[in-house]
């Protein structure tokens, strides 16, 4: 294709301006790299095209790692939420998870706002057909109208728009989310430069009219009266929040649902995508679950100024007649008025083992890929993934090397890692039982895990460093107090001990000792030791859980110190693994294709085997001693 228009030339050309895009975009710019973000559509940025919720379990771990590494999503939603809830506050600290229910419109506007004032960032609307490759990388894109944009590096973040397809009943038509275009021509140019691509598919279900509802026969379901925020900078809280609703379905939805199950496109044969196991459509869960009588129907508002409610539970891509016949079947929804139908929507994505840990290709250098394109579901898995890629192009710009999170530091290190090492054959969902070390992950302790990082790479201001070096010391400085303060058996501590339900003492013991009994708060302990100085509350919420849960933590961070050992032997780029003699079939060919960094990595491939593994030490040992 001729040029038509040259746009000029960039260190960061970010395209797809998507949870994925966004952060990317943003994190190249704050780190000082001229950055282009070209979007298909400037009003779909950061566009909600399904949930309009950010966070929950594992996710919303992620968006506090997304904060403390100086992203945008929690500073974003903090500010454009309708309501904000902590989940499993019955469980241990290691699963809390927030979820806020977003105003998707005002999210939208928010971070295209962000987007448009970030100095270092070029908003700019235009379809990207191909890439730019010279010299075996990549330099650049040309977009459908022929403008050229030259950059250092370039990070893909399409979404599910490639080669988009949406399916409702038996009609099938090329689109994005929600009718928007899709990029056809951009997946075709993947494959011609020798991407294995995949099928996916997701889906979305229908809208109602908030006035069509009977919420007599629904259950309110309010937030949090705490006041609670995803972002450590957050100060100023919404208070005014709106409820959703829960409802059920019904014997007669199951019925209507068995009754088409022919003129469903999951059954009919007209889905080729595989779809994702565990955020399954109604139609599907009848058919798996049939033993359940009812399964659980949430009512979310999609935000203040608009009538619309996302009918989370019901995903579908049934005909428009039973969808409307479905949605009447279920109690409070008798009258309801559909607005949108749910839809189906099958989509390009690039087999993630193609990549290395730091999001680049190891097929084209400098070309970076994030978020629904490697195969994730959901905003945070992409907005994860987004960050990670800006930073690593921004950082290749300048001649630094890549920032790996491993497991043990962060979700977003558990989810990459999977993606890299063990690909998916479904759209991939973070899920807290996928990290080994949930307990060190915690939604708590984000900023404890990952700040340092953020500011090493300068996207932390020196002035939020401050506050948590601040707080850091409180921390050690209070647990220290614990360990050297003893609680005495006066008459104010028995009181203490019985209001809170717990035995007596007959001996004093230090008050850290006394802070493992499971009933007992730091609050209690406070009222028996009061402590000289102000212990802000995020102080005292890690007091209590690194004293409490001090040996279970202990013995995560011993495992986690043999992980590092294993991630620190590093293995050779050009690595010939068919010189490696006694590895078996199977394991050469798995590391043949995914090139480990490390024998850690290695280890997770599935396929290898501790006995590879020693293998493999043994050679490069060998190799060492030779040189």
Known sequence: MKCSYYGGTFDVIVVGAGHAGCEAALAAARMGCKTLALTLNLDAVAYMPCNPSIGGPAKGHVVREIDALGGEMGKNIDKTHIQMRMLNTGKGPAVHALRAQADKFL??????????????????????????????????VVTKTGAEYRSKTVVLTTGTYLRGRIIIGDLSYESGPNNMQPSINLSLHLKELGFDLVRFKTGTPPRINKDTIDYSKTEIQPGDEEPRAFSFETTQFITDQLPCWLTYTSETTHQIINQNLSRSPMYSGMIEGTGPRYCPSIEDKIVRFHDKPRHQIFLEP?????????????STSMPEDVQLEILRSIPGLEHAQMMRPGYAIEYDAIVPTQLWPSLETKLIPNLYTAGQLNGTSGYEEAAGQGIMAGINAARKVQGKEAVILDRSQAYIGVLIDDLVTKGTNEPYRLLTSRAEYRLLLRHDNADLRLTDIGYEIGLISEERYKRFTKKKELIQREIERLYNTKARPDANTQKVLLNAGSVELNNAIECSVLLRRPELTYQD??????????????????????????????????????????DKKKIPAD???????????????????????????ASRISGVTPADISILLIYLEQGRKGA
């Open 107 to 140: 999210y939208q506007q928010t971070m295209k706002k962000t987007m448009e004032s970030t100095p270092n960032l070029l908003l700019r609307q235009g379809m990207v057909e191909r890439l730019i490759i010279e010299d075996g990388q990549c330099k650049g």
């Open 575 to 601: 690595l010939n693994y068919a010189h490696v003699k006694g590895l078996s079939i199977e394991a050469r060919e798995k590391l043949n294709k995914i090139r480990p960094i490390s024998i850690g990595q």
């Open 525 to 566: 302990i406070a009222q028996i030791a009061p402590p000289p100085y102000e212990v802000p509350k995020d102080v005292a919420e890690q007091v209590e859980i690194q004293i409490k849960y001090w040996g279970y933590i202990e013995k995560q961070m011993q495992q986690v110190d043999k992980m590092r050992k294993m």
């Open 302 to 314: 999609e935000g203040r100024v608009t009538s619309e409610i996302y009918v989370q539970g019901l």
